[in-house]
């Protein structure tokens, strides 16, 4: 099975930045499709962005356009997640998932990691 394990969740004021990371653990990790999640208290999981096996980017949330980016480093096996001027509704468990020759992300993804938190203090 893959592996995921997200990290870079902390505490950050409004406004400001935070990137996270999605680490895999197999080697071949440019066949997936790989997706970011949330899941504020009180709230269902919310998918924020997707990013295909050929580099083609999906917003999913008009909550977070233009201010969430999401990216990819295949030869680190590693997807990352940029926010920037983030707002307190934004406190969340951020989630990564992933699914092989995937055609979009969708909320049946083969694979997830544990998540890592995300705090927007005022």
């Known amino acids: 099975q893959l592996e995921l394990v997200e990290s870079g969740g902390g505490v950050v004021q409004t406004g400001g930045s935070l990137r996270l990371s999605c680490a895999a653990s197999?080697?071949?990790?440019?066949?997936?499709?790989i997706g970011w999640f949330r899941q504020a208290p009180g709230k269902e999981r919310e998918l924020l962005l997707c990013?295909?096996?050929?580099?083609?980017?999906?917003n999913y949330a008009d909550s977070v356009k233009d201010r969430f980016t999401m990216s990819r480093d295949n030869a680190k096996r590693t997807a990352y997640l940029q926010m920037n001027k983030l707002k307190p509704e934004d406190t969340a468990v951020y989630y990564c998932?992933?699914?092989?020759?995937?055609?979009?992300?969708?909320?049946?993804?083969?694979?997830w990691g544990k998540g890592t938190l995300v705090t927007v203090s005022s």
């Open positions: 998932a992933a699914e092989r020759v995937a055609t979009s992300c969708h909320y049946g993804m083969d694979y």
């Open positions: 197999r080697v071949i990790f440019d066949a997936y499709t």
């Open positions: 990013i295909s096996s050929s580099g083609t980017a999906t």
